[in-house]
């Protein structure tokens, strides 16, 4: 198809972030143009996938057309809410969004590693901030999916006032998601893993929760490399604080990529992440009944299926749209459809 022969060759011929701005660029004129996210949609067989019922589920009192979603650090800013569903997404989650506004990490600060299927990102948070962000979102269409809010921390916000922070960040952009993440998982903002810890693990969401008066779903996202006891600590205090967690955010480990890459900062995504996450996942899964959300690795309607039988309850990916295109999502539902039990016979 057009995609794979001329699109992603001219796309891969550029610097990473480069191509990413192209792809979203793109996505943003066409959300202008009246009638475009259905042309996409059409486009890209999305619109073929409405008949998919059978994958249809709920969690938080949200409803889920599909348990296929976008994982945040696509769409930092919220600007693609309304084109996205056309991919044929459930639900989609943005972000991350910072407190204040702050531009991230110098360029460059992403790259493809094509040969393992997967990128290398030091990205560090660069955020329009949740002002502009809400912003944004009050002046949007409401999102045709469920809503997830990313939220992350400002690299000078010392640790002890991260409790505050992050609940300035949630009270500002509440009304305008569906659900919320705490990412305490990214590697490119020093100190940030540390927040994982169980007292201030528990801070953050205590605090966030005081300010939660709409009772708005939260989730911790983690991080696949901690040892096994302060994963399980983790989720322990997810259990007592917050409604779900997302399992897994990117890996500092260098398995399955060149050695040349082992000196670059930053963490990996995609292929190389999979079992890594998915293990995760499994071990989440046996220590809590929160809702789970799957991610790291997802290319496949295979993938999605091993992640959804380790237990997740939604899966998400980022790297597999770079590698997979627009038509990517639409796989991946008719793969899973073929075998849903109740596949209405399509
Ligand atoms: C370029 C890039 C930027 C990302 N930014 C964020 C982010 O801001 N917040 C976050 O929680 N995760 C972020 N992630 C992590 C993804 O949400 C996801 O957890 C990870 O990439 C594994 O999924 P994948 O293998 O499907 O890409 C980012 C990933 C990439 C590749």
């Known amino acids: 198809m057009l995609y794979e022969s001329v699109v992603q060759p001219w796309l891969f011929r550029l610097d990473a972030e480069r191509a990413h701005e192209e792809v979203s660029g793109a996505l943003a004129l066409l959300a202008s143009i009246p009638g475009g996210a259905h042309a996409l949609a059409a486009l890209t067989g999305a619109s073929e996938t409405g008949w998919v019922t059978a994958l249809g589920r709920e969690f938080f009192g ?3 057309p599909n348990p296929v979603g976008l994982a945040a650090g696509f769409d930092k800013d919220g600007r ?10 459930g639900f989609l989650e943005i972000g991350s969004v910072t407190l204040e506004p702050q531009p991230g990490n110098p360029k460059p600060r992403l790259f493809r590693i094509p040969e393992s299927h997967a990128l290398l990102n030091r990205m560090g948070f660069n955020s329009e901030g949740a002002r502009a962000v809400a912003r944004r979102l009050a002046s949007q269409e409401k999102c045709k999916v469920p809503l997830g809010i990313n939220l992350g921390l400002n690299k000078d916000t010392p640790p002890a006032q991260a ?9 500002i952009l509440a009304a305008h998601g569906d659900y919320f993440v705490v990412n305490v998982s990214s590697p ?7 927040l994982q810890k169980t007292a201030e693990l528990a801070a953050i969401l205590q605090e966030i929760q005081a300010a939660n008066a709409a009772q708005k779903p939260v989730l911790i996202k983690l991080s696949p490399d901690q040892a096994p006891e ?26 399955g990529v060149d050695a040349s890459w082992a000196a670059q900062a930053g963490g990996v995504s995609g292929a190389p ?9 499994r071990r989440a899964r046996a220590r809590t009944k ?9 290319a496949s309607a295979e993938d999605a299926r091993q992640r959804l039988d380790a237990g997740a309850d939604l899966v ?3 790297t597999g749209l770079v590698y997979g295109g627009p038509r990517a999502v639409r796989e991946i539902l008719i793969g899973l459809a073929r075998e849903a039990p109740l596949f209405n016979g399509r």
């Open 62 to 64: 949200l409803r889920f």
């Open 80 to 89: 693609l809410v309304p084109i996205l569903p056309a991919l044929g997404f």
């Open 163 to 171: 409790p505050s922070a992050y609940a300035r960040t949630f009270r």
């Open 188 to 194: 490119n903002t020093p100190g940030l893993r540390d």
């Open 230 to 255: 302060d994963f399980d600590a983790a989720v322990a205090v997810a259990d007592k604080f917050a409604q779900g967690l997302v399992v897994s955010n990117t890996t500092i480990a260098r398995e």
């Open 273 to 281: 992440l999979k079992d890594r996450a998915d293990a995760c996942l």
């Open 290 to 298: 929160l809702p789970l959300i799957g991610v790291g690795g997802i």
């Open 316 to 318: 998400q990916l980022y």
